[in-house]
């Protein structure tokens, strides 16, 4: 927590990320709350509107190999502004849709603004100005972020129950415009990235982690973004099908966000005391243990509030993780990089992820989408023991 203390302009960038991740990754969680309501308008089948969602993921994946050269030769600052104004008619789009294909053309726009302005955008920014410290940086943006779904369903599901959902696309729209982007232009510090000794020193580093240590990162951090992007898209279906009623679903699914920021808080004030690898570790062992526990409890209220409780510590604590993994393998100038190559089966595990999950469900009930989500949870808990027997010396050293 020192350079909340030591660098100013660090904690005023840190609270215009929290402003605007949230407003970005709470918009686009509208068919969590809504879907229903969209597929009646649409005539679309809900797993075909969570299909939106998967767009958007897909879109994001592939647009950010190519953002990475935007990132090292413009610096994030303008990227993230570039995003935002894309994302504006994006919404104003969905808001005018009446049929799929332009519900579906929404999200592919929406989709190429969250490649610029969603997570890697933001860490790739805190890694300009934080360098070493970017780890806290993230884990100190993420006590906020993380209350997106606390925040949004509830407004989400205000908004829509008096404007209905094409009217809150349109103040989505109008709250990027006039809030997101002025923050970016204004609030921001001008680049200024590591361009001297320090970071051309290091490249020769990079190269010495080998291939397939970079395949188990993104095996381990892909299979974890399949779970937990997709339970959390899914969370109130998911737990409708359990049997809660649709009420207490949501007051289940919109404390999942604090909890998450509590796991993350955690994380946070250990400092420098445990790396990524450290704390995916943990997370990871979290995880399936919680889909295991509703797995066999037959909705009961009480295992569902154990769920919610160690299931949102873990997928709290593992957003820390796969944003803070490659740090341990990689220096600052080839942070952006490494995260821009991730970003794709990342994003493209999370696009596959809500479809499938709530089409499982729709099939086959919670039992389904639980027991392959569980699969792939021991599977990244697998990767992150194999992960850390590689950690790098030094990295091991800080992470005691």
């Not at 997106?148 to 209905?164: K, R």
């Amino acid at each position: 927590m020192r350079f909340l203390k030591s660098d100013g302009r660090l904690v005023g960038v840190l609270l215009v990320l929290a402003i605007t991740q949230l407003v970005g990754w709470g918009t686009i969680g509208l068919p969590a709350i809504v879907g229903r309501d969209l597929a009646a308008d649409l005539g679309m089948s809900l797993p075909a509107v969570f299909a939106g969602t998967s767009v958007l993921y897909v879109t994001m994946g592939l647009c950010a190999p190519w953002l990475a050269k935007s990132y090292a030769r413009h610096g994030a600052r303008k990227v993230m502004m570039a995003g935002t104004l894309v994302a504006v008619p994006g919404f104003i789009l969905l808001s005018f849709a009446r049929e799929p294909l332009l519900y579906f053309g929404a999200w592919l726009v929406l989709g190429m603004a969250g490649s610029a302005t969603l997570s890697t955008g933001a860490y790739i920014l805190l890694n300009e100005i934080a360098g070493r410290q970017a780890k806290s940086a993230i884990g100190a943006l993420m006590l906020v972020t993380g209350l997106s779904s606390s925040i949004f369903w509830p407004t989400t599901s205000f908004l829509s129950s008096h404007l209905g959902w094409r009217g809150t696309c349109l103040v989505y729209a109008a709250v990027l415009l006039l809030v997101s982007l002025p923050l970016y232009a204004f609030a921001v510090p001008r680049r200024s990235v590591v361009t001297g000794g320090g970071a051309a020193a290091k490249p020769a580093h990079v190269p010495a982690t080998p291939r397939s240590t970079f395949g188990l990162v993104v095996c381990a951090v892909t299979l974890n973004a399949f779970v937990t992007f997709g339970l959390s898209s899914v969370l109130i279906e998911l737990l409708r099908a359990e049997g809660l009623p649709p009420a207490q679903a949501l007051a289940f699914g919109s404390m999942l966000g604090v909890i998450q920021v509590s796991a993350r808080g955690l994380d946070f004030l250990g400092g420098g005391r445990w790396d990524g690898i450290t704390t995916g570790l943990v997370a990871s062992t979290a995880l399936p243990l919680s889909m295991l526990l509703l797995m066999v409890s037959d909705g009961v209220t009480w295992a569902v509030a154990v769920f919610i409780l160690v299931y949102g510590a873990g997928s709290g604590a593992m957003a820390v993780a796969r944003a803070t993994i490659p740090l341990v393998f990689y220096d600052q100038a080839e942070f952006a990089k490494a995260m821009s190559m991730i970003a794709l089966p990342l994003n493209l595990a999370s696009a596959l992820s809500p479809p499938l999950l709530v089409g499982l469900i729709t099939q086959f009930g919670g039992r389904g989408a639980l027991g392959l989500t569980f699969v792939c949870s021991c599977a990244a808990l697998l990767m992150l023991v194999l992960l850390g027997r590689r950690r790098p010396q030094v990295a091991a050293a800080g992470a005691i």
